[in-house]
Structure formats: C-alpha cells, structure tokens
C-alpha cells in the first residue's frame, strides 16, 4: 500500500465533512473568540491519540488486554449516545456541558477525529507492515492535515448555511450517527464471536 493510498484510507475513515455539522453543534455555545483555540486543541490532542496507536497500539491494547472489538463497541456506544443527544438536545446540547464550558478530548478528538475506526485501520497498518511506519505516519499526517483544514472553516460554514438549516442537518446526522454506531457495535460484536 502506497502512502497516498493509505493518506485517502485514513482521510475517508476521519470523515471531516461529515463531522462538521456535529463540531458546529458542539461549539456552537462556546464564545466565538474560544472556538478556534478549542479546535486546534482537539485537533492535536486526537492526532496525539492517532500517533500513539500507530506505533503503540496492539502493545497497548495487549497491556489492558483489551481486543479490538472492545474499542469498536466502546466507540459505538460513545457515538450512540451522541447521536441521542443530537436528535433530542437536551440542557447542555450534544456534550452535556453547561453554556460556554469547552469540551475536552471527548467527543470531539476521541471518538470523532480519532474514532475506534482510525485507530483500529492504524493499529492493523502497523501490524501488518511494520517495515513501512515512516510511510504511514507521513499518510497520517496528510491525512490528518486534510481534515484540519476542512474542520477549520466550521464558521464559514455556519454563516453560509444558518441557523434553521445547521439544525436540520445536526438532526440528520444524529439519525445517521445513531445507524453508524449501531454498526460499530455489531461489527465489533461479530469480529468477537468469530474469533
């Protein structure tokens, strides 16, 4: 596997575009002046996650004795219970959080950026090709890069689309969410029962 086809892997299995309309609800409550110094941070913070699960995820995975359906169901329930909270918002809205209180590392660096999916196709890459890892890291990172610079632009968004229609689509993609976290769990439920 070549880095940019590894890079275009990665890219699609982050999913930036599909991300934003949940980033935009999760940062809509933060003071405009905060929103991008908490992107960033959670930018860094999940490719920190994604970097440490490259290079050390089996071994970290083996230490807790933890096998890799696990980290798929976690992430499906983690996803499940955002997307409840994206179709029926509640006080707080999809974090849970009180009004202008930032969200740290969950839900956006982990499971959104740096979902169980990433981590799972960067512990097999490793796995599987050990010999490659400055290829893979290079295809993380533009991988990575990518998708920064798309999530970046959530506030061009916001102002192009409005509030009625990114409400929409938050219900939208919590419908969609709920039917991808299903899926992680059977997945991971079906790996399980087949080893």
């Known amino acids: 596997m070549s880095v940019i086809t590894a890079a275009v892997m990665l890219f699609l299995i982050m999913d930036p575009v599909g991300n934003l309309p949940i980033f935009l609800s999760i940062l809509r409550n933060l003071p405009a002046e905060r929103r991008r110094k908490v992107m960033i941070r959670e930018l860094l913070i999940s490719l920190a996650v994604m970097l440490l699960f490259l290079f050390a995820g089996q071994e970290l995975l083996n230490l807790l004795n933890l096998k890799q359906e696990a980290v798929s169901i976690a992430g ?100 969609l969410l709920v039917m991808i976290s299903v899926q992680m769990l059977l997945d991971g439920a079906v790996q399980y029962l087949h080893r």
């Open 76 to 175: 499906g329930i983690v996803l499940f219970l955002i997307a409840l909270r994206m179709i029926f918002p509640g006080e707080g809205g999809v974090t849970g959080l009180p009004e202008g209180e930032e969200p740290l590392i969950v839900p956006m660096a982990i499971p959104m950026i740096a979902g169980p999916s990433i981590l799972a196709a960067l512990v097999l890459l490793s796995h599987q090709y050990p010999d490659q890892m400055t290829d893979w890291v290079l295809a993380l990172l533009l991988s990575w890069g990518a998708s920064a610079v798309i999530l970046m632009f959530y506030e061009q968004v916001h102002k192009l689309l409005g509030e009625r229609v990114l409400t929409a689509m938050e219900r939208l993609m919590g419908m």
